[in-house]
């Protein structure tokens, strides 16, 4: 009998692979989990938070940040202010034009520096014009920037700080422009400007104790760049004056003048007398003199 050999031969067959088919093994494989935020990539283990400004250069928090002094210079504008802001570091940039309104190429001579107070950061411009006057900010270090003519020529260009920060700055050519960085500063502010619509007053501080001669000086848009002082004791006016502002029409104009009153608490209005009604419309700051 051959049935065992054909039962043999039919096992075999069924064990052999067919030609043209093969057989697949699949592997699966999970890739690790990175997680991604700004300014910070986490990874198990490891954390990388950048805090503040690149460590370039110094920064300065308080007196001159910095002189950059230039024979030459085709800027005659001051044109937009942007800044931008990044983790713990804040950058305001100055751009310059020319008189026809072209990018300018050479910027102007510059002096940072800080006010007595700490709250104010200013920017001297070697500058005539401007095409901004004022900007609300908002950021974590400022509040608010103004641009100002100076009783002596020339603009600034105040940052009304937020809170303490320190601040370096640089200048750049084609097109020509400046740079301020700001991260957090330590020194608390000694004193605050005192703003309204019409005046930004920075001194006398709200509070402050002063001789008996007083000096007040800030910047304002007064009608006709005309700036009055009344200071009251107990009610009444004991002194009332007036003073010119250095601008007023293209922009804020630095003022600057000084009044006697006898020792006591005193207030001081800063402002206008409307020329229509006659109502006072300004900033009104509560001192104390000696």
Do not use: K
Request: with cysteine; glycine share 8%.
């Amino acid at each position: 009998m051959r049935f065992p050999t054909l039962l043999g031969l039919l096992l075999l067959a069924a064990c052999t692979p067919i030609a043209g088919t093969s057989t697949t093994s699949t592997t699966s494989t999970t890739a690790p989990t990175t997680t991604i935020t700004v300014g910070v990539t986490s990874t198990v283990g490891t954390t990388q938070t950048p805090v503040g400004c690149p460590q370039s250069a110094d920064f300065l928090e308080g007196g001159q940040v910095a002189r950059i002094d230039q024979p030459a210079s085709d800027a005659n504008i001051l044109g937009l202010i942007s800044w931008e802001v990044e983790v713990g570091c804040e950058l305001f940039r100055l751009a310059f034009e020319t008189n026809e309104g072209a990018p300018a190429t050479t910027p102007p001579s510059v002096v940072v520096e800080y006010l007595d107070s700490g709250q104010v950061l200013r920017i001297h411009l070697d500058l005539e014009r401007t095409v901004i006057t004022d900007q609300l900010v908002e950021t974590t270090l400022v509040d608010r920037l103004y641009v100002v003519r100076a009783l002596d020529g020339g603009l600034f260009v105040d940052l009304h700080l937020a809170a303490p920060s320190q601040a370096r700055a640089t200048v750049r050519n084609s097109p020509a422009g400046l740079t301020v960085e700001l991260q957090m500063g330590i020194q608390p502010f000694s004193g605050t400007a005192t703003i309204s619509d019409q005046v930004v007053v920075l001194d006398p501080s709200p509070g402050a104790e002063t001789a008996s001669t007083v000096e007040v000086s800030g910047y304002a848009r007064t009608f006709e760049a005309t700036v009055l002082v009344i200071a009251t004791s107990a009610g009444q006016a004991v002194v009332e004056t007036n003073t010119q502002a250095a601008d007023w029409a293209e922009t804020w104009g630095e003022f600057r003048t000084t009044v006697e009153v006898l020792p006591g608490a005193i207030s001081l209005f800063v402002g206008e007398e409307s020329p229509n009604d006659g109502a006072l419309a300004g900033a009104i700051v509560e001192i104390t003199v000696r």
